[in-house]
T-cell receptor, first 115, second 115 residues
Framework: AQTVTQSQPEMSVQEAETVTLSCTYD???????LFWYKQPPSRQMILVIR??????QNATENRFSVNFQKAAKSFSLKISDSQLGDTAMYFC????????????FGTGTRLKVLA | NAGVMQNPRHLVRRRGQEARLRCSPV?????VYWYRQLPEEGLKFMVY????????ESGMPKERFSAEFPKEGPSILRIQQVVRGDSAAYFC?????????????FGEGSRLTVL
């Protein structure tokens, strides 16, 4: 079965500090794509960062970076210099192969950035 | 530059009534997806549609649920004879014809409450 596990239901971090959200997944496929989506209180999901499984280099988008460990099937998200606007639910997800659409989502981590 | 538009944002129904949720995809996107988010859970795939075609409805309950994406107008998710277990947030997403990046563009969701 294909699954995504986010073991931290809630986390908090002080403004300007760094926080890491963990995610593990399970799939027998070799070609897949991993994502982190952010769902602010307004509820619209926004793509934060994506990673192709065939790429060894960890993806980075400004203050957001991932630690992708393919053998361990781990895909953690690091947020540097946390800002109040980072407060949101964060979902880890993946799809297998290009052109597919059945995202498998984790249950999410609620992150609160404290002033 | 309108994103995915969903309405209503909130819908309250009594058991046995019908619920209709609408979704207008990003302009130019021809693929629409519906996901359901139950409380404290991740999003679960329901159905994938292209204009006038249901491509994959494997995630949708066999009874009471239906979806369409007509040639003109929004995509509609219809739930007949709602029950309390249908209470959830329903998210619509869209993508261009070719999902080269794998990214889905999500709406803000429609929260259905069944009394």
């Amino acid at each position: 079965a294909q699954t995504v596990t986010q073991s931290q239901p809630e986390m908090s971090v002080q403004e300007a500090e760094t926080v890491t959200l963990s995610c593990t997944y399970d799939t027998s496929e070799n070609n897949y794509y991993l994502f982190w989506y952010k769902q602010p209180p307004s509820r619209q999901m926004i793509l934060v960062i994506r990673q192709e499984a065939y790429k060894q280099q960890n993806a980075t988008e400004n203050r957001f970076s991932v630690n992708f460990q393919k053998a361990a099937k781990s895909f953690s998200l690091k947020i540097s210099d946390s800002q109040l606007g980072d407060t949101a639910m964060y979902f880890c997800a993946f799809i297998t192969g290009a052109g597919t659409y059945k995202y498998i989502f984790g249950t999410g981590t609620r992150l609160k950035v404290l002033a | 530059n309108a994103g995915v538009m969903q309405n209503p944002r909130h819908l309250v129904r009594r058991r046995g009534q019908e619920a209709r949720l609408r979704c207008s995809p990003v302009k130019g996107h021809s693929h629409v997806y519906w996901y359901r988010q139950l409380p404290e859970e991740g999003l679960k795939f329901m159905v994938y549609l292209q204009k006038e075609n249901i491509i994959d409805e494997s995630g949708m309950p066999k009874e009471r649920f239906s979806a369409e994406f007509p040639k003109e107008g929004p995509s509609i998710l219809r739930i007949q004879q709602v029950v309390r277990g249908d209470s959830a947030a329903y998210f619509c997403a869209s993508s261009p014809g070719q999902m080269n990046t794998g990214e889905l563009f999500f709406g803000e969701g429609s929260r259905l409450t069944v009394l």
